[in-house]
Protein backbone atom coordinates (compact mmCIF):
# COMPACT_ATOMS: atom_id res chain seq x y z
CA UNK A 1 0.00 0.00 0.00
CA UNK A 2 0.76 3.46 -0.67
CA UNK A 3 2.22 5.96 1.96
CA UNK A 4 -0.17 8.06 3.93
CA UNK A 5 -3.40 5.30 3.27
CA UNK A 6 -6.46 6.06 5.44
CA UNK A 7 -7.17 2.62 6.12
CA UNK A 8 -10.71 3.15 4.65
CA UNK A 9 -10.26 0.75 1.39
CA UNK A 10 -7.44 -1.53 -0.03
CA UNK A 11 -6.31 0.84 -1.91
CA UNK A 12 -5.43 3.44 1.03
CA UNK A 13 -4.63 0.82 3.32
CA UNK A 14 -2.16 1.41 6.09
CA UNK A 15 1.16 0.29 5.81
CA UNK A 16 1.71 -1.64 9.63
CA UNK A 17 -0.85 -2.80 12.09
CA UNK A 18 0.53 -0.24 14.39
CA UNK A 19 -1.17 2.63 12.07
CA UNK A 20 -4.25 1.06 12.31
CA UNK A 21 -4.24 0.59 15.85
CA UNK A 22 -3.66 4.40 16.32
CA UNK A 23 -6.72 5.53 14.92
CA UNK A 24 -9.29 7.00 16.83
CA UNK A 25 -12.25 4.25 16.74
CA UNK A 26 -16.02 5.03 16.14
CA UNK A 27 -18.51 3.70 19.19
CA UNK A 28 -19.35 0.59 17.72
CA UNK A 29 -19.45 -1.68 14.66
CA UNK A 30 -15.14 -1.08 13.87
CA UNK A 31 -13.50 -3.60 11.42
CA UNK A 32 -10.04 -4.22 11.25
CA UNK A 33 -9.10 -6.42 7.29
CA UNK A 34 -5.40 -7.43 7.84
CA UNK A 35 -3.99 -8.95 4.77
CA UNK A 36 -1.87 -11.74 4.93
CA UNK A 37 2.01 -11.67 5.68
CA UNK A 38 3.50 -11.38 9.18
CA UNK A 39 3.32 -8.83 11.69
CA UNK A 40 5.78 -7.70 14.67
CA UNK A 41 3.86 -6.46 17.57
CA UNK A 42 5.57 -3.83 19.28
CA UNK A 43 7.28 -5.48 22.50
CA UNK A 44 4.58 -4.06 24.83
CA UNK A 45 1.70 -6.26 22.77
CA UNK A 46 -1.15 -4.92 21.04
CA UNK A 47 -4.54 -3.80 22.88
CA UNK A 48 -7.67 -4.92 22.35
CA UNK A 49 -10.57 -2.60 22.16
CA UNK A 50 -14.47 -2.85 22.24
CA UNK A 51 -16.60 -2.50 19.76
CA UNK A 52 -13.53 -3.95 17.06
CA UNK A 53 -12.88 -7.15 15.55
CA UNK A 54 -9.91 -7.76 14.01
CA UNK A 55 -10.05 -10.27 11.32
CA UNK A 56 -7.75 -11.65 8.66
CA UNK A 57 -7.23 -14.21 5.56
CA UNK A 58 -7.79 -11.56 3.28
CA UNK A 59 -5.37 -10.89 0.32
CA UNK A 60 -6.92 -7.13 -0.33
CA UNK A 61 -9.13 -7.16 -3.08
CA UNK A 62 -12.19 -8.76 -0.82
CA UNK A 63 -15.11 -6.33 -0.62
CA UNK A 64 -16.84 -8.56 1.77
CA UNK A 65 -16.06 -10.53 4.90
CA UNK A 66 -17.08 -13.63 3.76
CA UNK A 67 -14.73 -13.90 0.79
CA UNK A 68 -11.84 -13.98 3.20
CA UNK A 69 -9.95 -17.20 4.22
CA UNK A 70 -7.56 -17.44 7.01
CA UNK A 71 -6.55 -21.24 6.24
CA UNK A 72 -5.09 -20.29 2.48
CA UNK A 73 -3.88 -16.92 3.11
CA UNK A 74 -2.60 -16.90 6.71
CA UNK A 75 -1.87 -14.08 8.80
CA UNK A 76 0.80 -14.01 11.40
CA UNK A 77 1.59 -12.33 14.50
CA UNK A 78 5.32 -13.31 15.56
CA UNK A 79 7.34 -12.16 18.51
CA UNK A 80 10.36 -13.44 16.79
CA UNK A 81 11.47 -15.19 19.92
CA UNK A 82 12.48 -11.69 21.77
CA UNK A 83 9.11 -10.02 22.54
CA UNK A 84 7.09 -11.37 25.46
CA UNK A 85 3.80 -10.86 24.36
CA UNK A 86 1.51 -10.27 20.84
CA UNK A 87 -1.79 -8.97 22.54
CA UNK A 88 -1.70 -7.52 26.09
CA UNK A 89 -5.12 -6.50 27.31
CA UNK A 90 -5.20 -4.11 30.00
CA UNK A 91 -8.19 -1.41 31.56
CA UNK A 92 -7.41 1.91 29.23
CA UNK A 93 -9.30 4.91 29.25
CA UNK A 94 -11.85 6.51 26.48
CA UNK A 95 -13.02 10.11 26.27
CA UNK A 96 -16.15 11.21 26.77
CA UNK A 97 -18.50 14.34 27.20
CA UNK A 98 -17.83 13.24 30.83
CA UNK A 99 -14.45 13.25 30.74
CA UNK A 100 -11.73 9.86 30.41
CA UNK A 101 -13.62 7.07 31.52
CA UNK A 102 -11.89 3.33 32.46
CA UNK A 103 -13.73 0.96 29.88
CA UNK A 104 -11.99 -2.67 29.99
CA UNK A 105 -12.42 -5.24 26.66
CA UNK A 106 -16.09 -7.22 26.49
CA UNK A 107 -16.18 -9.91 23.81
CA UNK A 108 -16.89 -7.35 21.42
CA UNK A 109 -13.30 -6.97 21.31
CA UNK A 110 -12.66 -9.87 18.55
CA UNK A 111 -9.54 -11.16 17.18
CA UNK A 112 -10.61 -13.89 14.46
CA UNK A 113 -8.40 -15.85 12.23
CA UNK A 114 -4.85 -15.04 13.08
CA UNK A 115 -1.70 -17.53 14.47
CA UNK A 116 0.60 -16.46 17.26
CA UNK A 117 3.89 -17.43 17.32
CA UNK A 118 6.93 -17.17 19.19
CA UNK A 119 6.12 -15.14 22.01
CA UNK A 120 8.93 -15.48 24.73
CA UNK A 121 5.98 -15.27 27.45
CA UNK A 122 2.40 -15.61 27.01
CA UNK A 123 1.49 -14.64 23.21
CA UNK A 124 -2.02 -13.05 25.10
CA UNK A 125 -2.10 -11.95 28.58
CA UNK A 126 -5.32 -10.65 30.09
CA UNK A 127 -5.16 -8.29 33.03
CA UNK A 128 -7.90 -7.66 35.37
CA UNK A 129 -11.44 -8.22 34.29
CA UNK A 130 -10.87 -8.63 30.62
CA UNK A 131 -13.26 -10.36 28.61
CA UNK A 132 -11.98 -10.23 24.70
CA UNK A 133 -13.13 -13.19 22.31
CA UNK A 134 -10.38 -15.54 20.22
CA UNK A 135 -12.23 -16.82 17.09
CA UNK A 136 -10.24 -19.15 14.62
CA UNK A 137 -7.00 -18.59 15.65
CA UNK A 138 -4.16 -21.26 16.09
CA UNK A 139 -1.35 -20.37 18.79
CA UNK A 140 1.84 -22.49 18.35
CA UNK A 141 5.53 -22.37 19.83
CA UNK A 142 5.14 -19.47 22.29
CA UNK A 143 7.04 -19.94 25.12
CA UNK A 144 4.71 -18.79 27.97
CA UNK A 145 1.40 -19.66 27.88
CA UNK A 146 -0.67 -19.51 25.10
CA UNK A 147 -3.16 -17.14 27.28
CA UNK A 148 -2.61 -15.98 30.48
CA UNK A 149 -5.86 -14.73 32.09
CA UNK A 150 -5.41 -12.75 35.55
CA UNK A 151 -8.75 -12.33 36.74
CA UNK A 152 -10.20 -12.33 33.26
CA UNK A 153 -12.72 -14.20 31.33
CA UNK A 154 -12.06 -15.03 27.66
CA UNK A 155 -14.05 -16.44 25.15
CA UNK A 156 -11.79 -19.16 22.78
CA UNK A 157 -14.15 -20.47 20.08
CA UNK A 158 -12.52 -22.94 17.06
CA UNK A 159 -8.59 -22.34 17.92
CA UNK A 160 -6.19 -24.39 17.91
CA UNK A 161 -2.99 -24.70 20.78
CA UNK A 162 0.31 -26.13 19.60
CA UNK A 163 3.65 -26.42 20.87
CA UNK A 164 3.22 -24.27 23.80
CA UNK A 165 4.95 -23.75 27.05
CA UNK A 166 7.77 -25.48 28.70
CA UNK A 167 8.41 -27.61 31.51
CA UNK A 168 9.53 -24.56 33.77
CA UNK A 169 6.06 -23.03 33.55
CA UNK A 170 4.36 -23.91 36.63
CA UNK A 171 1.22 -24.76 34.84
CA UNK A 172 -1.32 -24.00 32.03
CA UNK A 173 0.70 -24.33 28.70
CA UNK A 174 -1.94 -23.19 26.64
CA UNK A 175 -4.10 -21.51 29.21
CA UNK A 176 -3.13 -20.06 32.57
CA UNK A 177 -6.47 -18.77 34.16
CA UNK A 178 -6.29 -17.40 37.43
CA UNK A 179 -9.74 -15.77 38.96
CA UNK A 180 -12.83 -16.50 40.55
CA UNK A 181 -16.80 -17.01 39.74
CA UNK A 182 -17.21 -13.88 38.26
CA UNK A 183 -14.33 -13.73 35.39
CA UNK A 184 -14.97 -17.32 33.74
CA UNK A 185 -13.17 -18.85 30.90
CA UNK A 186 -15.36 -20.24 27.91
CA UNK A 187 -13.27 -22.55 25.82
CA UNK A 188 -15.89 -24.38 23.39
CA UNK A 189 -14.77 -26.45 19.95
CA UNK A 190 -10.64 -25.99 20.41
CA UNK A 191 -8.05 -28.19 19.92
CA UNK A 192 -5.42 -28.67 22.51
CA UNK A 193 -1.69 -30.61 21.32
CA UNK A 194 1.65 -30.91 22.33
CA UNK A 195 1.73 -28.27 24.88
CA UNK A 196 3.68 -28.79 27.78
CA UNK A 197 3.89 -27.50 31.88
CA UNK A 198 6.13 -28.12 34.56
CA UNK A 199 3.51 -29.31 37.45
CA UNK A 200 0.10 -28.77 36.23
CA UNK A 201 -2.06 -28.32 33.25
CA UNK A 202 -0.28 -28.77 30.07
CA UNK A 203 -3.25 -27.91 28.28
CA UNK A 204 -5.38 -25.56 30.94
CA UNK A 205 -4.30 -24.55 34.35
CA UNK A 206 -7.55 -22.98 36.39
Known amino acids: APAGGNGLAWSNAFQTLD ?5 TLAGCNNEFWVAQGTYYPPSSGYQMYDHLAIYRGFTGTE ?3 LQRNWKTHPTILDG ?3 DP ?3 YNQQYYVFTLQGYVPENADPSARLDGFTLQHATGSAVVNW ?8 NCVFQANTGSAISNIYSGPTVLNCSFFQNGTS ?3 GGGAIYHYGDSTTPLIVQNSIFQGNVAG ?8
Open 19 to 23: QAFAV
Open 63 to 65: TNI
Open 80 to 82: RGV
Open 85 to 87: QLI
Open 128 to 135: QLQFPTFA
Open 168 to 170: ANQ
Open 199 to 206: TDGGAIWV
